[in-house]
């Protein structure tokens, strides 16, 4: 019995064995978060509601169909919080840890395990990566922890040390993992004129999403023992689009809403509101206004924010940062008439342009897809601009919400479920889950020219 299961497991692709893990962790995590124990008796919950709590928290989407603070117990949240780090750090990242603790070994299988789970092209070095995710994620969960529970119960938010430090943990994690699940009791709009809150858990957001390779890099240039240390080109190009991204999200929300929904606000409300959500609409979904009093031009905006997402090897989704500025810098080489996409004295190689242009092709037909099924289902009873909104925050692993997700047919939350799952797992996996192995062609037909545009 044992010896087949081995065999069974050999058997199977990494994809395919990342893809039944996530999915048997969503299944068993749905069943407890239905039990009687995780659910308050005030509540009621569905089975179905709470697979769709389940794959949004292990995806760390934060789309929810019931509140977070009304329905679930403190085990209820803490399982949660479990599925918040097996979502943001990865699954065979957690698990492959706990078989090192136990003194296994990590065999060739684990480590091309890892290599998917993490979004990784190589082999080299994954161990050494594994241990460094870990233990960075669980620094800078401490660390946010023990400022929120400590800020929580100064500022008067809370009246006893145990509910600052639950409350302060657990937005810490949900921050850096970048899930979007609170457990406030008004969401995060309590915290509207709260600078301190927004800040910390934007620099939370912005680690979980900047991806871990460009941790690691940082923490290599800030404390390793280099003479001439070199940050990547992946970094360099990370660091520099996840700026920009920011940068254009936040003037443009601030340009569209300042004679709209900021109109009545400070100046400094409107700039720390634009701030916060151009940060948090790329991956972590957390909300410190009512989205649906915004303009149809910034649920637009922050759809195509959601649709791009955080980095490559990080807690979040959507097609990456890396996807999108290779796009961007190949329009504009070809505009230029350069034969090679060149940026920081480098040039991207050919394989990665082609990689970029056909992960947003299949994320853009699939969303197309999705978006006219639900749609179409749903009847057009809901405007188009708050089911593309939908769909995005799915898509990109975001949880921003207009209020449509609870209100859509299971059919339709199904759909939602399974864009949180692929954004979860990445598209690039997925592709390459169907791409045949690589071997030399036999022979070449002759080359034709096409009329193009």
Not at 271 to 289: I, K, P
Request: with cysteine; hydrophobic share 50%.
């Amino acid at each position: 019995m044992i010896v087949h299961r081995k065999r069974l497991i050999q058997r199977l692709s990494p994809t395919q064995f990342i893809i039944l893990g996530y999915l048997a962790v969503i299944l068993i995590a749905s069943v407890l978060l239905y039990m009687p124990f995780s659910v308050k008796e005030s509540a009621e919950l569905s089975w179905f509601e709470a697979l769709f709590t389940s794959t949004s928290a292990v995806s760390v989407t934060g789309l929810t169909v019931v509140n977070t603070y009304e329905t679930f117990t403190p085990i209820g949240n803490l399982i949660l919080l479990i599925l918040f780090q097996i979502g943001g750090i990865g699954i065979m990242t957690l698990g492959t840890f706990v078989w090192i603790l136990f003194g296994r070994s990590v065999t060739l299988t684990h480590r091309r395990w890892i290599m998917i789970d993490q979004n990784r092209s190589s082999l080299a070095g994954l161990v050494r990566l594994l241990r460094h995710v870990f233990f960075l994620a669980f620094a800078i969960e401490l660390i946010g922890a023990v400022i929120f529970s400590v800020y929580f119960y100064a500022a008067g938010y809370v009246s006893t040390w145990s509910r600052a430090v639950y409350e302060g943990f657990y937005h810490s994690i949900a921050s850096f993992t970048n899930s979007g699940f609170d457990i406030f009791p008004g969401s995060m709009t309590q915290f509207a004129d709260d600078y301190f809150v927004q800040i910390v858990t934007a620099l939370l957001i912005i680690l979980g999403a900047i991806g871990f390779p460009v941790l690691i890099e940082v923490r290599e240039y800030l404390f390793g023992k280099h003479e001439h240390f070199h940050f990547s080109l992946f970094t360099k190009l990370t660091a520099l689009t996840y700026l920009l991204l920011f940068i254009l999200g936040a003037l443009s929300l601030w340009l569209i809403e300042r004679d709209l929904y900021f109109a009545d606000m400070a100046w400094h409300e409107k700039w720390f509101h634009a701030f916060f959500h151009s940060v948090t609409t790329r991956s972590a979904g957390f909300a410190v206004l009512d989205v649906n009093e915004l303009s149809a031009a910034s649920h637009f905006l922050m759809s195509i924010l959601m649709f791009i997402g955080a980095s490559p090897s990080s807690a979040g989704g959507g097609i990456r940062t890396t996807t999108f500025i290779v796009i961007i810098l190949t329009l504009g080489a070809y505009l230029l008439g350069r034969r090679e996409v060149r940026i920081f004295r480098r040039s991207i190689k050919q394989e990665d342009i082609i990689k970029s242009f056909v992960v947003f092709t299949a994320a853009t037909m699939l969303l197309v897809l999705s978006i006219v099924f639900i749609d179409s289902t749903e009847n057009s009873r809901f405007s188009l601009h708050q089911v593309i909104f939908e769909v995005c925050s799915a898509f990109g692993t975001t949880g921003l919400s207009s209020g449509l997700a609870s209100r859509l047919l299971p059919i339709s939350q199904g759909v939602l479920m399974i864009l949180m799952f692929l954004g979860r797992i990445g598209l690039l996996s997925i592709l390459f889950h169907f791409m045949p192995l690589r071997r030399r062609e036999a022979f070449h037909y002759p080359k034709e020219d096409i009329i193009i545009g």
